[in-house]
């Protein structure tokens, strides 16, 4: 079933564990064998170079040429493809995941205002993030925060705060000392991106 099919009603009410696993499955069954296509173009590339080795003539060199550039093509659409597949793969893992926490979730609280967000919103965030199987209390957390900014979005506050917000993300990831920070505000620099 293809994700924006899932995604067209809430999928927390619409799934349960049993066809989540089994789109899991597939997805991941046919990312392993797009990637497998992909390396095998590479090698038939890396052969067609080999070949162009030996080539005797200028027209045997342009038949080359046209077919290694025919190959790039398939091979950009394949890695296009894939990555596509790993997207849906990451959302269906999640989606997983928030199933497999539902009793946790429901004792939290959040289970009720996850069922509500939108599900282009919540397609968004279960394919922009990794939630960790193994721990509950981070799943939970996760989700909590899901809800809350979904929920209770706070764009009007954010207007004019793009860049003190980038020097906080960076801070909090570790990427940045708070003292460092305080100089990039303090002096009005905008932080560089890398």
């Keep these: 079933m293809p994700l924006s099919r899932v995604f067209r009603k809430n ?11 089994e789109m899991e499955l597939n997805l991941k069954v046919q990312t392993d064998r797009l990637a497998q296509e992909v390396a095998g173009i590479e090698v038939e590339i890396q052969g067609l170079f080999q070949e162009s080795k030996d080539a005797e003539s200028h027209m045997e060199e342009i038949s080359l040429a046209s077919h290694i550039k025919t190959l ?5 659409m394949k890695a296009a493809a894939h990555a596509q597949l790993e997207r849906e793969l990451c959302a269906v893992s999640n989606m997983l995941i928030i199933k497999e926490h539902e ?16 599900p282009a919103e919540l397609e968004t965030y ?69």
Excluded: F, H
């Excluded at 790039?72 to 950009?76: M, P, Q, R, T």
């Design 11 to 21: 999928p927390i009410k619409k799934l349960n564990r049993d066809e989540l696993k």
């Design 72 to 76: 790039c093509k398939k091979k950009e």
């Design 126 to 194: 279960l394919i922009d993030r990794k939630l960790d199987a193994e721990d509950r209390q981070a799943a939970v957390r996760v989700v909590t925060d899901l809800t809350s900014s979904i929920l209770n979005p706070t764009t009007r506050y954010e207007e004019g705060l793009e860049d003190l917000l980038a020097v906080m993300r960076e801070v909090k990831e570790g990427k940045l000392e708070p003292e460092t920070a305080r100089e990039i505000v303090s002096k009005g620099r905008r932080l560089e991106k890398k």
């Design 103 to 118: 009793m946790d979730l429901k004792n939290a609280g959040v289970w009720e205002p996850l069922e509500k967000i939108p």
